[in-house]
């Protein structure tokens, strides 16, 4: 390791080595001369071995200019996976090193990225496919249910626990979809088929997917405007499913008759529109509504229910966000909450 640190120094000590040996050598003839020494001399040899030695840095530096400009970039732009492999001009013996062990570093995380994304890519795999699975037993219960529910001779007690199965299986098919739909976001931009899109019409088939619940629990739907927008059906459904469960979910349990809105209605300033999905539940506290849209985060009142699971609003802000829609929600504990889903017409182009 010395040998290789005096190396790579080589010009430096090889011109204070020829500086001083400069010095003391025109030093030394003057004494002999002169029989003394001359200390304005001394100083002047003194100087020009500084100049040398300037010299010798600055072509040092000359050498490694690029280097060291490479390294500056790197740095710069450090949070980028190759920001390490732009340095190639090393120079020096240890610059040379480094560079070589940038290379195997970057070699081996990228193994190890690898390995990682095919354990994810199995791991995804096995999710569809279980869901797939647990779907079809799923729906064979909701079948079976309907079917003993048409049947005329049942007695209430029969019945009412027909409904409260039906209402399990559905929560299972939900939670299901989630699943599926949560292994799909990262791979999203494969999934997409943006076209015009009716939003009264989107609003209308979730709320009859729901609408067995809402007769349950004394919940009054109504979808007020029309629009159309350039979306993606699917992945928008989704996003109203979640919308609607919750008002559904967080305003059951408040007694008698509620409403449930969906208002879609244009910006007067603008060409965007907001579809709004309003409801007469418990309400989000003050403390909790900027958190709702954080990854299993359930809140105050999350916590009084039971299927709660913190995962509905961040998957709905997710796929808002890689549709190019805005999610933002408002709520009065008691009185309910209204949650809008804005639609711009640039929104379209920043799908990703």
Same mark, same amino acid.
């Given at each position: 390791?010395?040998?290789?640190?005096?190396?790579d120094?080589?010009? $430096?000590?090889?011109?204070? $080595?020829?500086?001083?040996?400069l010095?003391?050598?025109m030093?030394?003839?003057?004494?002999?001369?002169?029989?003394?020494?001359?200390?304005?001399?001394?100083?002047?040899?003194?100087e020009l !071995?500084?100049?040398?030695?300037?010299? =010798?840095?600055?072509?040092?530096?000359?050498?490694?200019r690029?280097?060291?400009?490479?390294?500056?970039? !790197?740095?710069?732009?450090?949070?980028?996976?190759?920001?390490s492999?732009?340095?190639?001009?090393?120079i020096t013996?240890?610059?040379?090193?480094?560079?070589k062990?940038l290379?195997a570093?970057y070699?081996?995380?990228?193994?190890?990225?690898?390995?990682?994304?095919?354990?994810?890519e199995?791991?995804?795999?096995?999710?569809?496919?279980?869901?797939?699975?647990?779907?079809?037993?799923?729906?064979?219960?909701?079948?079976l249910?309907q079917?003993?529910?048409?049947?005329?001779?049942?007695?209430?007690?029969?019945?009412e626990?027909?409904?409260?199965?039906?209402?399990e299986t559905g929560?299972?098919?939900?939670?299901?979809?989630?699943?599926l739909?949560?292994?799909r976001l990262?791979?999203?931009?494969?999934? $997409?088929?943006?076209r015009?899109?009716?939003?009264?019409?989107?609003?209308?088939?979730?709320?009859?997917?729901h609408?067995?619940l809402?007769i349950?629990?004394?919940?009054?739907?109504?979808?007020?405007?029309e629009?159309?927008?350039?979306?993606?059906e699917?992945?928008l459904?989704?996003?109203l499913?979640?919308?609607?469960?919750?008002a559904i979910?967080?305003?059951?349990?408040?007694?008698g008759?509620?409403?449930?809105?969906?208002?879609i209605?244009?910006?007067?300033?603008?060409?965007?529109?907001?579809?709004?999905?309003?409801?007469?539940?418990? =309400?989000?506290e003050?403390?909790?509504?900027?958190?709702?849209?954080?990854?299993?985060?359930?809140?105050?009142?999350?916590r009084a229910?039971?299927?709660?699971t913190?995962?509905?609003?961040? $998957?709905?802000?997710?796929?808002?966000g890689n549709?190019?829609?805005?999610?933002h929600a408002e709520?009065?504990? =008691?009185s309910g909450?209204?949650?809008?889903?804005?639609?711009r017409?640039?929104g379209?182009?920043?799908?990703?």
């Open positions: 390791m010395i040998r290789a640190y005096l190396w120094r080589k010009v $430096l000590i090889a011109t204070y $080595l020829l500086g001083s040996i010095a003391c050598t030093f030394s003839i003057d004494k002999l001369r002169y029989e003394r020494a001359d200390a304005g001399l001394v100083y002047y040899y003194a !071995a500084a100049f040398l030695l300037i010299i =010798g840095l600055a072509i040092d530096y000359l050498r490694q690029s280097y060291y400009k490479q390294l500056r970039d !790197a740095i710069e732009h450090g949070t980028e996976l190759k920001a492999m732009v340095i190639t001009s090393g013996k240890e610059q040379i090193a480094v560079q062990l290379a570093q070699g081996a995380y990228l193994t190890e990225l690898s390995q990682y994304r095919r354990q994810q199995q791991h995804n795999h096995f999710v569809l496919q279980w869901v797939h699975h647990m779907k079809t037993p799923v729906s064979v219960i909701d079948l249910v079917e003993a529910l048409q049947e005329q001779d049942a007695p209430p007690a029969h019945t626990r027909l409904q409260s199965i039906r209402e929560r299972m098919t939900r939670g299901l979809d989630m699943m739909h949560t292994a990262d791979k999203i931009e494969f999934d $997409l088929h943006p015009s899109v009716p939003l009264h019409e989107a609003a209308r088939s979730v709320i009859n997917a609408k067995q809402c349950r629990h004394a919940i009054f739907p109504r979808i007020d405007g629009a159309v927008v350039e979306t993606d699917k992945w459904t989704f996003i499913n979640q919308l609607i469960g919750n979910k967080y305003t059951k349990r408040k007694p008759s509620k409403k449930l809105i969906v208002s209605e244009k910006e007067p300033d603008s060409s965007a529109v907001r579809l709004s999905v309003i409801d007469e539940g418990i =309400g989000i003050a403390h909790d509504l900027p958190r709702i849209f954080d990854p299993f985060f359930t809140g105050e009142n999350g229910v039971e299927e709660s913190g995962m509905g609003l961040y $998957l709905a802000k997710k796929v808002c549709l190019g829609l805005e999610l709520s009065e504990v =008691g909450t209204k949650v809008t889903v804005v639609f017409p640039e379209i182009h920043l799908l990703r």
